[in-house]
């Protein structure tokens, strides 16, 4: 689908090729030449004659791999126009982008068209790798944590559910639990919900029935409910830690629950989306019955390659008599960041020797994923 069409458009070949022209007519027709003495006519006369007629389209050239992008419901992405290079023997003067589809898992392209002033047109397209390392929210309505007298009425309030990359997920949504207001206790009613790649979320309520007599005669330890689940995986470097909380009661109500390293107490930093390993969110809540503790245990691992970009254009020209000097490649990591020190390169260019040379590039990062290969031709010319 095509974006819309701007203006590259550059005047100055034109405008020199019209000048030359006017002065031309000028001459024939026994006008004076202004300033006859300092024009040089083949500064005009050279671009007409390469560009009429033109017939040569625009060189035009995509790095085929553009990255890796989120999934995002009805998103888009344009061409990124550091994968191109363009150029035309007269000059560009249009170009124009479609777009890549964002709103589903896999692939997608997008694209890029250069026209030049005598309509030769000539695009490439790059590659783009669409993933969804973002699990889906749940809402509950209403507060999360209740106390109810007993045998007072009670309507569930619900929840509301939805995903960057699915959107809504309302209809996927499940509900567990339920309980009697004439049978004092503590019930749990769970939320939750899977996005089209599996990634789980569930969100609880915790309401409390007060017993008809005295609460404090029925107390016991508090019963320690984590908001999320008790396991927890993050993708390095693209998912960032949020902590999801817990919820306790006891007979009497809710208790207050005490959270180590969580990120948001002053016990610990809590986990670190930015490097891989296994982090441990601990949670406790107590009364004068006794204490209660439970355990997160929060995942951050590195599943992406890194991505590989050329520095510099995907074919070059060198002149013989010289060593090419290679412009190099940038590798990124999501988790790793700047990988470039990884690069393997194979292929080599003599600049002594006229030929069509190609050298290959590939990255690792440090968990052994391997990017993406490109190329890059060189063309040794004019040797003696």
């Not at 355990?295 to 992406?304: A, G």
């Amino acid at each position: 689908m095509r974006l819309g069409m701007h203006s590259n458009r550059r005047p100055g070949r034109f405008t020199h090729a019209l000048a030359g022209l006017c002065l031309l007519l000028a001459a024939a027709c026994g006008a004076a030449l202004p300033g006859e003495e300092a024009v040089d006519l083949s500064t005009y006369a050279a671009p007409l004659g390469s560009c009429s007629p033109d017939v040569t389209p625009p060189s035009v050239r995509c790095q085929p791999e553009g990255g890796i992008r989120e999934c995002i419901a009805y998103g888009y992405i344009v061409q990124d126009f550091d994968l191109v290079t363009a150029s035309d023997n007269c000059g560009i003067t249009f170009s124009s982008h479609s777009l890549g589809n964002l709103g589903g898992v896999g692939s997608t392209s997008t694209s890029v068209s250069y026209w030049d002033a005598a309509g030769n047109a000539a695009g490439c397209s790059s590659q783009w790798s669409i993933v969804d390392s973002s699990p889906p929210t749940v809402t509950l309505n209403g507060q999360v944590q209740i106390v109810l007298a007993y045998g007072a009425s009670y309507v569930e309030a619900g929840a509301y559910s939805s995903d960057i990359c699915d959107g809504s997920l309302d209809w996927r949504m499940n509900r567990s639990g339920g309980f009697s207001t004439s049978v004092p206790g503590i019930y749990p009613i769970t939320y939750s919900v899977a996005d089209s790649v599996g990634h789980v979320t569930q969100r609880t309520r915790l309401v409390t029935v007060l017993p008809q007599t005295d609460c404090t005669a029925q107390l016991a330890a508090p019963v320690l409910m984590l908001q999320g689940r008790h396991e927890e995986t993050l993708e390095c470097g693209r998912n960032t830690w949020s902590e999801p909380g817990a919820l306790a009661a006891d007979a009497c109500g809710a208790v207050t629950v005490h959270t180590y390293n969580s990120g948001q107490d002053p016990y610990g930093p809590g986990p670190n989306s930015k490097a891989e390993g296994r982090y441990t969110v601990q949670y406790l809540a107590w009364n004068g019955q006794g204490t209660t503790s439970a355990e997160r245990k929060v995942m951050v691992q590195d599943t992406l390659p890194p991505i590989l970009r050329l520095k510099g254009p995907m074919r070059m020209t060198h002149t013989c008599g010289s060593a090419w000097v290679d412009p190099g490649v940038l590798a990124t990591d999501s988790c790793y960041g700047d990988v470039s020190s990884s690069v393997q390169t194979t292929g080599s260019v003599n600049g002594w020797a006229e030929g069509t040379y190609t050298v290959t590039y590939q990255a690792r990062d440090p968990g052994g994923h391997l990017s993406n290969i490109q190329n890059r031709v060189v063309e040794v010319v004019d040797c003696p």
